[in-house]
């Protein structure tokens, strides 16, 4: 059983930052590629930043470019999202997920990440 713990989410004023944690453990299965999405009350799920196994390989959704990094710890088993200049519109549950299909290759859609968190909430004031 895959497991993955996402952590660090909260209220914070527009301007602030977070760093979300995505802790994963369980069965291994090799490299993974690891995403981070979002999905905002009454919206759809939607990709916000990928990485690569190796971490040679990023990408981000547009409105986040330039505010947030992703990074990985494989040491650890755990991938991280870095989140400045917030703004209310980043309001939303933060979900990570994991690719196992995928090592140099970033997916920017939901599918091929078999595995995900139960999300965390990020919530920023205006």
């Known amino acids: 059983q895959v497991q993955l713990v996402e952590s660090g989410g909260g209220l914070v004023q527009a301007g602030g930052s977070l760093r979300l944690s995505c802790a994963v453990s369980?069965?291994?299965?090799?490299?993974?590629?690891m995403g981070w999405f979002r999905q905002a009350p009454g919206k759809e799920r939607e990709f916000v930043a990928g990485?690569?196994?190796?971490?040679?390989?990023?990408y981000y959704a547009d409105s986040v470019k330039g505010r947030f990094t992703i990074s990985r710890d494989n040491a650890k088993n755990t991938g991280y999202l870095k989140m400045d200049g917030l703004k209310p519109e980043d309001t939303a549950v933060y979900y990570c997920?994991?690719?196992?299909?995928?090592?140099?290759?970033?997916?920017?859609?939901?599918?091929?990440?078999?595995?995900w968190g139960q999300g965390t909430q990020v919530t920023v004031s205006s």
């Open positions: 990485i690569s196994w190796t971490g040679g390989s990023t």
């Open positions: 997920a994991a690719d196992p299909r995928s090592t140099f290759v970033v997916r920017t859609t939901q599918f091929g990440y078999d595995f």
């Open positions: 369980g069965r291994t299965f090799g490299t993974y590629g």
